[in-house]
């Protein structure tokens, strides 16, 4: 039976077996811990690199070349990105440099009140479609639909509205100065970022933590893959290979702690977004690393094409997490089932 080439890649993705056979692998799959213990940290930084990889393809639509190794292009793609991370001047988010800041300070004050923020939302009708739209997700959803501003704020609530006004204004930088490669992944982009970020504010309520820093964190890391994939687009012809996917990886994680020094004011995303660039996902990791390696995992998970795969990788990390998050999971999985 002829299977597809992209999805005979998925498959040897999640097999016990090196992804690139030339070059250097990518670390084999591990054995699933057992539903009663929580997958270890060593686990999940082993698969930390298979998965990226299947995000990226998933993302960009572009099938691997699992015989090759890096090329000429390749390289030019990771100098173009640490030539621009070194670049004491460049604003990695150009979009973001005007509104960030006043946004974080409004938002993260704890004497903005419910009623300013409503006041905000209700001056921009692109906020309150925003507002009305989170509302009827699958996260707030109940059994009717909400119709109207001031029943989607009750709703709400102030992390809602942080959350939806954070949305509307940080979603465009997908889009700037987009090329063809941009403009094809930012939806798919987009769908596991809003699966990411509320995975993430899920995980920390459930532990009694900040959700919308939570959230902020998640958010930026995901934004860092616009910074990728803007290099990628000035450099036609590079393919895709394990050690060039584990790099693009790398420089993601590099790249998101570079946004988080520039967001004023700073907040707990710093130290977090730093810690898992300079030391990647280990041992000794911090809880804000390891809950945003949980929510960029099973966000990925939910967008996943084989869903019964999904379900069985996704297992270990549902039955670490409290059950808020399982319910969280259960719902954007519901939700989701359309294509994508």
């Known amino acids: 039976m002829h299977v597809h080439p992209m999805k005979a890649w998925f498959l040897r993705l999640f097999a016990n077996q090196p992804v690139d056979p030339v070059g250097p692998p990518l670390p084999a799959e591990p054995p699933a811990a057992p539903a009663s213990s929580p997958p270890s940290a060593q686990t999940w930084h082993l698969r930390r690199p298979v998965l990226d990889g299947a995000l990226l393809a998933w993302m960009v639509q572009c099938e691997p ?48 009140s419910l009623g300013e923020l409503v ?48 949305r509307v204004v940080l979603k465009p930088m997908l889009d700037g100065r987009s ?9 798919r982009l987009w769908k596991h970022t809003e699966f990411k970020t509320q995975l993430a504010a899920e995980i920390a309520r459930s532990q009694g933590r900040d959700p919308f820093d939570a959230y902020l964190l998640a958010l930026l890391h995901d934004m860092a893959w616009s910074v990728v994939l803007r290099e990628l687009d000035a450099v036609p012809g590079w393919r895709m290979s394990g050690p060039f996917v584990a790099a693009l990886g790398q420089w993601r994680d590099r790249l ?5 020094q520039q967001w004023r ?17 280990g041992a000794g990791s911090g809880p804000d690393v390891l809950n945003l390696c949980t929510a960029d995992q099973l966000a990925w998970l939910l967008c996943d094409p084989n869903r019964v795969r999904a379900r069985t990788l996704a297992e270990p990390l549902l039955a670490a997490a409290l ?9 954007l999985d519901a939700a989701s089932a359309g294509p994508g």
């Open 179 to 187: 090329g063809p490669l941009i403009r094809r992944a930012a939806p």
């Open 265 to 281: 004011p700073l907040g707990p995303w710093v130290p977090a977004a730093a810690e898992l660039a300079q030391q990647g996902l």
């Open 256 to 260: 998101a702690s570079l946004i988080a």
């Open 65 to 112: 070349d699992l015989a090759d190794t890096l090329g000429a292009r390749e390289q030019g793609v990771l100098q173009a990105l640490e030539a621009r991370a070194g670049d004491p001047a460049a604003n990695l988010l150009p979009r973001a440099a005007g509104v960030v800041p006043a946004l974080l300070a409004r938002l993260r004050s704890e004497s903005s």
């Open 119 to 166: 006041e905000h939302v209700s001056r921009d009708q692109t906020l309150v479609a925003e507002v009305v739209a989170m509302a009827n997700s699958a996260f707030y959803r109940r059994e009717r639909p909400v119709m109207e501003l001031g029943h989607s704020i009750q709703m709400l609530g102030v992390g809602g509205l942080r959350a939806a006004i954070a």
């Open 323 to 331: 059950p808020p998050v399982r319910a969280c999971f259960d719902e």
